[in-house]
Structures are given as C-alpha cells and as structure tokens.
C-alpha cells in the first residue's frame, strides 16, 4: 500500500553537501515516524536522523552537520548534509512507521541510496 522513494544520492568532494529527499506515496492515514538509516560496507545498519512529532534526533557522528525535514504537505522527506566526511560514505535507507486504513502501524523501507564522499 506504501511506497517510499529516495533520490538525490551521488559522488561529492569532502565538505561539500547533499540533500536526500524521500516521498511517501499509497494508502497513508497518518506518519506517526521517519527516518534516515545508513549501512556502510562491512557494517551494521545505523541510525543517522529521525523526526516524530516534530522533534528530531541525530546520531552523535552526524550531529550539527545534518538536518533532517518534512514537507507534511508532500508526505516528503529530507535529509540536509553538509560537510560531508569520507567516513560519510554508505547507502543511505528511508524508513517510515505508517498508519494506514487499520489502528495499527507498519514500518516501511526505500531502496537505498549511495553517497559517496571521496577527493
């Protein structure tokens, strides 16, 4: 019923910036939660950035050089990164905890997009 689509990944010099966007699209009652994962080659899947209610949270690494959004309006969702590090580099997931035609929620997954940050 739910469909979540990134774009905006791609190569960059470090320092320079990105912005991801993600956009929900089906059978949407309500967004109780999104989310930007990360898994970088050899590693466990991490937390980069959530927002719930308006409040967000970052992982420490990523804290005061990204930002994360949400165009309600759109059912879209951004993640803003500046000053991207090499160690930045990994395929970057959109998750979503969605409500639908039901009382209960479901968590949703992009297809993942690379960020590579290399001189």
């Known amino acids: 019923q739910v469909q979540l689509v990134e774009s905006g990944g791609g190569l960059v010099q470090p320092g320079e910036s990105l912005r991801l966007s993600c956009a929900a699209s089906?059978?949407?009652?309500?967004?109780?939660?999104m989310g930007w994962y990360r898994q970088a080659p050899g590693k466990e899947r991490e937390l980069v950035a959530v927002?719930?209610?308006?409040?967000?949270n970052y992982a420490d690494s990523v804290k005061g050089r990204f930002t994360i959004s949400r165009d309600n309006a759109k059912n879209t969702l951004y993640l803003q990164m500046n000053s991207l590090k090499p160690e930045d580099t990994a395929v970057y997931y959109c998750?979503?905890?969605?409500?639908?035609?039901?009382?209960?929620?479901?968590?949703?997954w992009g297809q993942g997009t690379q960020v590579t940050v290399s001189s």
């Open positions: 927002i719930r209610s308006g409040i967000t």
């Open positions: 089906g059978s949407i009652f309500h967004i109780n939660a």
């Open positions: 998750n979503a905890d969605i409500r639908g035609s039901s009382y209960y929620s479901h968590d949703y």
